[in-house]
């Protein structure tokens, strides 16, 4: 063995046995925190464009006009049109449609969104602005069939539940370019 070899031998040596006694000194239990419950994870949800996840339940615009009514109009207005008031403004939510590649677009969730699966998906997350997280799977699936109706997507008769909302024809589907940069290293 050579002295290189030899003083290698020790220095892994000593790293092996320091890191034994810091694990060694590392505590089991940090005595504070819980187990993570599946109630508490169910906050945490991505629904996909293809509406996987979605959950059961189901609504349609009858129950939903109420509702947006109660929890929407305020910020959206009374016919989803906007609300530019500073403070508690929010979007137009319908109309615009064919608007987005004139000089004057309108982008609503009618003439731009692609997918109605979103639509849940963003309102569940992040709608009512000031108190998210409030409607129930049912009164999500209402307001949405609600907007949808009022854009004139779906009939205002139909029920929107886990099957129906992923099969929605929105109008600005095929309104998106694929981008797949092939000339970035990243993409490679
Ligand atoms: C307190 C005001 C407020 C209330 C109440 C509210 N919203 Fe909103 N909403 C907003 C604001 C502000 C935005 C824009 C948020 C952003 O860009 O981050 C928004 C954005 C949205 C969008 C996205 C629009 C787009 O094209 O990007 C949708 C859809 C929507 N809201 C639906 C709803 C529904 C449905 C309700 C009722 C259940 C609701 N909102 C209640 C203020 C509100």
């Keep these: 063995m050579s002295t290189g070899d030899k003083i290698l031998g020790v220095l892994l040596a000593s790293v092996a046995v320091s890191g034994a006694a ?84 309108v982008k609503t969730v009618e003439s731009y969104w692609p997918y109605a699966t979103t639509l849940f998906d963003y309102v569940k997350r992040a709608m009512p602005f000031n108190s998210p997280g409030t409607l129930k799977d049912d009164e999500t699936y209402a307001v949405v069939a609600y907007i949808l109706s009022q854009a004139k997507i779906i009939q205002p008769t139909e029920t929107m539940d886990a099957r129906t909302l992923p099969k929605v024809a929105m109008p600005n589907r095929d309104g998106f370019e694929p981008d797949p940069r092939p000339e970035l290293e990243l993409y490679r």
């Design 22 to 105: 810091f694990a060694q000194t590392m505590p089991v239990k940090y005595g504070f925190g819980s187990p993570v419950t599946e109630q508490e994870l169910s906050k945490y949800f991505s629904i996909p464009v293809d509406g996987r996840g979605l959950p059961s339940g189901s609504g349609n615009a009858t129950a939903g006009a109420k509702l947006y009514a109660e929890n929407c109009a305020a910020c959206h207005g009374e016919k989803l049109e906007g609300n530019p008031a500073k403070g508690i403004g929010g979007d137009k939510l319908i109309g615009g449609r064919g608007s987005l590649a004139t000089k004057t677009p």
